[in-house]
């Protein structure tokens, strides 16, 4: 049982549109749609002979029970997929897989996947990216206490906040559209990567690359860099999901409470509590990632012209890792689409070390007027009395400080809404 795939789990970790991209019929129709392709490519090269044998593939039925006993025996799907082209084509397939390899048809197949798999998973980064942005924009003066090593340390924004989250998403669309064409690229080598079998191989490659609106390129049977690049994304993905997650498991909580989520999970004996549900998965689907990146880094390392072994290492993986993040993906935006943040919560949490949040900024203030190890020692000693800081300090110097203005968490934030700025002039390309 896996939770991307369970009927218990379903409505959690599981994304269906994407998983369904990876059933057994899925990768069938897939390597039939290679077969035909390239059939129709080489009839109008005139590598085969004219004939309907593209239609006969496109109409053929083919079931995962037919492929099993094939695939136990030899390893690879594609001679089983093949011998149960013929025995429905008949003659016509004696030109079927012409100078073609089980990896060109298995690669190209995962690709065709993989790119509707992207389309899915882009929308909903934009989707996310979208909520961020007015999140971070309507709450550019929400001011929270940030917190560092778990405690108080200087006043923030919960605008800020939500654009450190949304800061490295922006990065993983742009790094999505440069690799894009790498992964979405054609499998089409033979038996050695040479093309030998075929007449016309670089021209048939070309061809099948363009009737299947894929990238061309030589042949990457042993050059997994392409896949090994795309479950970076993934994993680099689900991270920076992930520590939205993180994040808001701690902003819930009860002490804390500065954000409500719009679905939270209720306990078995508890009926009080409102769990963080949702952020939870999230974490979760991020550290299965963190692993499998490590097995796909294992898979790349593929040995001479052709390494099933270390190849085949790949299915287990690659498949659960899309799996994963675009179950993140999903989680996320809904998620997003329901968090409300709780501004008078996060004051009264500011005011809950007596103004020592703002320990920084009055050591700062002081340190224009002293040496900056007197002005420290002073905040240090003070910040341990009882009381308000700000108010014990200005008892022990007579230093122009403007103390009402140090003494107001929203003054103290320093360029958070420039940052902010600067973030979200990304996607508007100000």
């Not at 963190?290 to 498949?319: I, N, Y």
């Not at 190890?373 to 002073?378: R, Y």
Request: hydrophobic share 45%; charged share 20%; with cysteine.
């Amino acid at each position: 049982m896996s939770p991307l795939r369970s009927t218990i789990y379903d409505g959690l970790y599981s994304d269906p549109e994407v998983a369904d991209l990876f059933t057994d019929e899925a990768e069938i129709a897939a390597m039939l749609r290679f077969e035909a392709a390239l059939a129709r490519v080489q009839i109008a090269l005139g590598i085969i002979p004219n004939s309907d044998l593209p239609t006969l593939i496109e109409g053929v039925q083919v079931s995962p029970e037919d492929l099993r006993d094939g695939v136990a025996e030899s390893g690879i799907p594609v001679p089983a997929l093949i011998n149960a082209l013929r025995a429905q084509i008949g003659e016509t397939a004696q030109h079927l897989h012409w100078g073609a390899t089980t990896q060109d048809v298995v690669d190209t197949a995962l690709v065709l996947r993989l790119r509707d798999a992207l389309d899915v998973m882009e929308q909903r980064l934009d989707h996310i990216i979208a909520r961020l942005a007015e999140l971070t924009d309507k709450h550019r003066n929400t001011v929270q206490a940030g917190r560092t090593w778990m405690q108080h340390s200087t006043p923030t924004t919960f605008g800020l906040k939500c654009a450190v989250w949304l800061d490295p998403l922006l990065r993983q669309k742009e790094r999505l559209a440069e690799l894009r064409p790498r992964i979405l690229a054609i499998q089409s080598g033979g038996a050695s990567g040479t093309l030998a079998a075929a007449p016309h191989g670089v021209e048939t490659m070309e061809a099948l690359a363009v009737k299947l609106g894929l990238t061309a390129a030589a042949p990457w049977h042993v050059s997994r860099d392409r896949v090994l690049e795309f479950a970076g994304w993934l994993a680099t993905t689900t991270a920076a999901l992930g520590k939205v997650g993180a994040d808001l498991i701690i902003l819930v909580q009860t002490e804390i409470a500065e954000v409500t989520l719009g679905n939270t999970g209720s306990s078995s004996t508890m009926p009080q509590k409102q769990n963080p549900v949702g952020p939870s998965a999230l974490v979760a689907l991020t550290r299965s990632n963190a692993s499998a990146v490590g097995e796909m880094h294992h898979a790349a390392l593929q040995v001479m012209e052709r390494d099933v072994a270390h190849w085949s290492a790949e299915w287990f993986v690659l498949p659960r890792m899309v799996c994963t993040t675009g179950a993140a993906l999903k989680i996320a935006e809904e998620i997003l689409a329901g968090i409300e943040p709780n501004p008078q919560k996060m004051l009264s949490n500011l005011a809950l070390t007596n103004g020592g949040i703002l320990a920084e900024a009055a050591s700062f203030a002081l340190a224009n007027h002293m040496p900056r190890s007197d002005a420290q020692a002073m905040v240090k000693a003070t910040a341990k009395e009882e009381g308000s800081l700000i108010d014990a300090l200005k008892k022990q110097t007579d230093a122009p400080i403007d103390w009402a203005a140090l003494d107001d968490p929203a003054q103290q934030t320093g360029e958070a809404g420039k940052i902010i700025d600067m973030i979200l002039a990304r996607i508007t390309g100000g």
